[in-house]
């Protein structure tokens, strides 16, 4: 069963959808470098998957986002959609 069937998605795919990082491969580089957390622990793997649900800190750009995934989305798509992906805490 995929990720997307068991209602989840990779972290590196959802953190690109939501706009959080041009690319997926830029998104994955930050989560290998330590600077993405799922619900309070440290990840590593850009595969780790996110549900609906839990909070993902992200240290990027020179500031630290504490976001709740809403929904895990199905492309990247413009700005406004993007921010339907999460709310900010």
């Not at 850009?46 to 839990?54: F, H, I, T």
């Amino acid at each position: 069963m995929s990720q997307e069937a068991a209602g989840a998605i990779r972290l590196d795919r959802w953190l690109h959808h939501a706009r959080l990082f041009k690319t997926r491969t830029l998104a994955a580089d930050a989560i290998g470098a330590g600077g993405i957390r799922v619900n309070g622990q440290p990840c590593s793997k850009p595969a780790q998957a996110v549900r609906g649900g839990d909070t993902v800190t992200v240290s990027a750009h020179g500031r630290v986002r504490v976001l709740r995934v809403r929904l895990l989305g199905e492309r990247r798509g413009p700005a406004s959609e993007a921010a339907t992906l999460y709310e900010e805490l």
